[in-house]
C-alpha cells in the first residue's frame, strides 16, 4: 500500500489546524457543515454535469488503486532485474525492454557499442 496520499492528507489537516482553525476566534464558523455539504455537493454535481459518469468512475478506480491501494515492488526484484540487465551481450540488449520489468528505468532501450 502507498502511505504518501495519507501523508499528504495528514500534513494537509495539520496545516488547515494550524494555519486556519487553531487562531481563529471561533473556528465552528469554518467547520459548518452546510458550508461543507456545498462545496463538496456542488463540486460532486459539477463533474457529473462536465463528465460521462464512467470517466468520474475511471477516476475514482485510479485514485484509490493506482494511488492509495498500489503495491510497490520489492527493492531486492528490481536490484535483480538490473544485474540481469547489465549480464545480458551487446547483441541481446534489444531483447530487453520487450521483458516485464518493474522499473521504468528498465523498459528504455540500453544502449549498443560498437
Known sequence: ???????????????????????????????????????????????????PFNRILELYRFVVHGLALKKLPSVSEIAKQIVTAAALNPGEHELYPLCPSSHPFLTERLPTFS
Open 1 to 51: 500500500m502507498n502511505v504518501s496520499p495519507l501523508i499528504g492528507l495528514a500534513a494537509t489537516a495539520v496545516i488547515v489546524w494550524i494555519a486556519i482553525i487553531e487562531p481563529s476566534p471561533k473556528p465552528e464558523v469554518l467547520l459548518d457543515w452546510r458550508s461543507m455539504l456545498l462545496v463538496l455537493g456542488g463540486t460532486a454535481a459539477v463533474a457529473l454535469v462536465i463528465y
